[in-house]
Nanobody, 124 residues
Framework: VQLQASGGGLVQTGGSLRLSCAAS????????MGWFRQGPGKEREFVAA????????IYADSVKGRFTISRDNAKNTVYLQMNTLEPEDTAVYYC??????????????????WGQGTQVTVSS
């Protein structure tokens, strides 16, 4: 499956952004979808994931209550609504597709396909 992330940009502290990730090539609803990020000088980290059709979600503690992941299987798209952004959220954000089990959704090595990343910069 091919993944195309978009929606990144420059925003001030406290602002909001909505990332989108459009999928093509395979049946989108067959995949758990996740968002990861990699900040400057940091390792890639899990942000959020959403199950195939139940709407079940899981979040990293650092974004819980501020970010919301959602998906539209009819549009083959997953979203990440990011509110109350902080400079620590500055990173390249990647969407990914996982054909495996939802309980492993926080593990980046379980994902099968990755998008190209979109830059999010939060200024203080």
């Amino acid at each position: 499956v091919q993944l195309q992330a978009s929606g990144g940009g420059l925003v001030q502290t406290g602002g909001s952004l909505r990332l989108s990730c459009a999928a093509s090539g395979r049946t989108f609803s067959n995949f758990v979808m996740g968002w990861f990020r990699q900040g400057p000088g940091k390792e890639r980290e899990f942000v959020a994931a959403i199950a195939r059709s139940t709407g079940r979600t899981i979040y990293a503690d650092s974004v819980k209550g501020r970010f919301t992941i959602s998906r539209d299987n009819a549009k083959n798209t997953v979203y990440l609504q990011m509110n109350t952004l902080e400079p620590e959220d500055t990173a390249v954000y990647y969407c990914a597709a996982d054909a495996g089990a939802f309980w492993r959704a926080q593990k980046d090595d379980d994902y099968d396909y990755w998008g190209q990343g979109t830059q999010v910069t939060v200024s203080s």
